[in-house]
């Protein structure tokens, strides 16, 4: 026996042809755009419930604030929570120093009756906010042991990483849902072709990742 047949041996190997990589490459190439087409629809997470509290994050637009209204008059919530912290922009010339104040103030302009509101300001923090945010929100509810049921809501495809982060948060006595209200700047099942839907989905899809690895 030589050298060659005792360290080497023949064998029959099989490879793709050039139609075989060009199935392929079609499969791959669907299997990323159907991901990319359904991540906003992975991001903006609704999963509403009959809930006593709305809790709405207080930095989203005004027609966030207002689908919050519709759905506190035909529901069974007692009460809608603001959270937020201070202001990024115009601090100094608002008399309402946080976002949970603010979104407060502007559901009290659009009707929504004094007693049915309550803000829940946030100190300011350089990174985390919507964890500052649940944190405040869990406080305040060691305070109101009568609560059990939350709804939360908020803009488009931060409402998983919301979700997440209050269902972190909350002890699991309580039972909590999300609403996500779509994003205007852009239509979800096209979010790519417009520059606010290309920065929304990046930023909220690493800002969740993020939030998924620590908690």
């Not at 139609?19 to 159907?34: D, E, K, P, Q, S």
């Not at 506190?72 to 201070?86: A, D, K, Y």
């Not at 700047?185 to 939030?211: C, F, K, N």
């Amino acid at each position: 026996m030589t050298l060659k047949a005792t360290l080497f041996v023949k064998k029959e190997r099989v490879s793709l042809t050039v139609w075989g990589w060009m199935c392929l490459f079609i499969c791959f190439t669907l299997g990323v755009f159907a991901c990319v087409a359904n991540v906003d629809s992975f991001l903006s997470y609704s999963q509403p419930i009959d809930a006593n509290i709305l809790i709405v994050e207080g930095w989203v637009p005004d027609y966030v604030l207002k689908e919050a209204i519709e759905q506190f008059n035909r529901g069974r919530c007692e009460l809608i929570v603001t959270t937020g912290g201070p202001l990024a922009r115009g601090y100094h010339l608002s008399q309402h120093k946080t976002y949970a104040e603010l979104a407060a103030a502007s559901l009290l302009k659009m009707g929504v009756p004094e007693d049915r509101v309550k803000a829940l300001p946030c100190p300011r923090v350089k990174k985390d906010r919507t964890r500052e945010s649940a944190l405040e929100v869990q406080r305040w509810l060691s305070e109101n042991p009568k609560i059990v049921r939350l709804r939360l809501m908020t803009l488009g495809p931060h409402a998983r990483r919301s979700y997440l982060i209050y269902r972190k948060i909350l002890p699991s006595i309580y039972g909590l849902g999300v609403t996500s209200v779509p994003n205007e700047q852009y239509h979800p099942d096209t979010w790519w072709r417009t520059s606010a839907g290309v920065r929304e989905i990046m930023s909220e899809g690493v800002a969740y990742l993020y939030a998924w690895c620590r908690e």
